[in-house]
């Protein structure tokens, strides 16, 4: 069984082309899904407020900035996002604590002692407000944090400082009553003298500590009123369902050609595991070298003996028409004598006549009622054209046996135009007449199951098949021509001369 081809690019362009409809649709309802969404979605406004963190006491020209000060900004940024900060803050916007929170981000900019507060809302002024609490009750709450701290290093130091004060003021008890000469007394000095650095040292401490710099922090920038909101943002919604679309689209395109059986391409007939003769071209030169392929798939199947071929379509049309008329050319061409028999019907015949210039000889109906004296003889000048008769009406299948029969026994093969399969019976009965048979498959208008219905017909009646020739899309409308790199078939000088005819002027 032939191997399925691998899907090319063409090939996706082909689908593309055939189900732009699909794709356009589909990507048309994605664009119209999100706008309706974004429609729906409540707007959201943001606003940000810039606050510098100062360590008390120190200068906001802090080294290193982000972790390597006396201030940790990261450790800021998540305290700005506490439970304590944020029920604040919620209290003073009037909003609740878990909706605030949902729209907070704080950020520190590189090398710098600074958050970025960002706050949202459902209104300008609602964000507005909410970045302004937020930052107020971040620096309250550093403020009250730094005070404590404050508060409890003064206690120790005092405690300290009272501490020493005491012994000190033993110390100089001591010295009072000891004499000048006393050797207790450079101990007691030593001792005295240290007491009193370290009272100074605690005490410089205690006075830096009770009078020094409060601020921890102020706002330097914003929080300004948002002019627009930020989301839903219009563009990108929309982008994204064109998208969406368009995906679906090309899925939905796949999908439908995946789920076809229309043949579309010879490629395809891989599936249908049988072989492929030729594939004329729409062209005339592609049409000439594909008729002349099928003439030598045909004479090496054949054994060059004379045969009874029928060519039998597998879709509604002209297709049959269109390969029979060309082959009988193609082998007349090549020097091998051949009849072209007309078997499908009055139209066909009207289309074979008005497509070829072929000399005419007694029709099918006429052989049937004169085998001897009507039978022509092929000869390698070109073929004859054998139609259905003189009357305009189909012959039946006994008056097309009769003729072939007799027309068996001449010199020449006979190419037999059975019609389409998927009309009627009548291409199964001309049919089951030949040696073998050639089905005609038109792209993009015979499906697998015509295809597979044709095969079984010839197979029921006990005709082996050739092959196939896959035809363009024209040839099913019987778009029958000779291909013009082929010499025109001569006009006889005179009428055939018909077996068993008395000579002229007797």
Known sequence: MSATPATTVPDYLGVLRRQWWLLALLTAAGIAGAQAVAMAVEPSYQATTAVLVQP?????????????????????AQIVRSDAVLTAAAQAAGTGVADLARGVTVEVPANTAILRITASGATDRG???????LADAYLTNRSQV???LRASRTEVLAARIKQLDVVLTSVNRRLAALRATSPQRPQLDSQRQSLISQ?????????QLTTGNERVGWVIAGPLRPAAPTSPDLALYLASGALLGLVGGLVAATARER???????VE????ADIPVLASPGAGRQGAAVGYDRVRNEVMAAVGGRPQVIAVIGAAAGGASTVVAANLAVALSQAGEPALLVSAAGPDADRATCAGFDLPTAPGLVELAGDPVGAAPRA???GPLLITGGATDVRPGVAEIRAALTELRRRDGHLIVDAGAAVTDAHAQAVAALADAAIIVTPLRHTRR?????ARLQLARVGVPTLGVVVTPAAAARGAVTVPATRPAVPKPTREPQLVGAAPEGR
């Open 379 to 381: 000869t390698a000048a």
């Open 268 to 271: 395809d007939l891989a599936r």
């Open 259 to 265: 789920a076809s059986d229309t043949l579309r391409r």
């Open 56 to 76: 008390a006491g120190q200068d906001t020209n802090v080294a290193g900035g982000r972790t390597q000060n006396a201030v940790n900004l990261d450790t800021e």
């Open 449 to 453: 199951r015509q295809l597979a219905d």
């Open 199 to 207: 009272l100074n040292r605690l005490s410089e401490r205690h006075n």
């Open 146 to 148: 730094a005070q404590e």
């Open 127 to 133: 964000a507005q407000l909410r970045a302004r609490a």
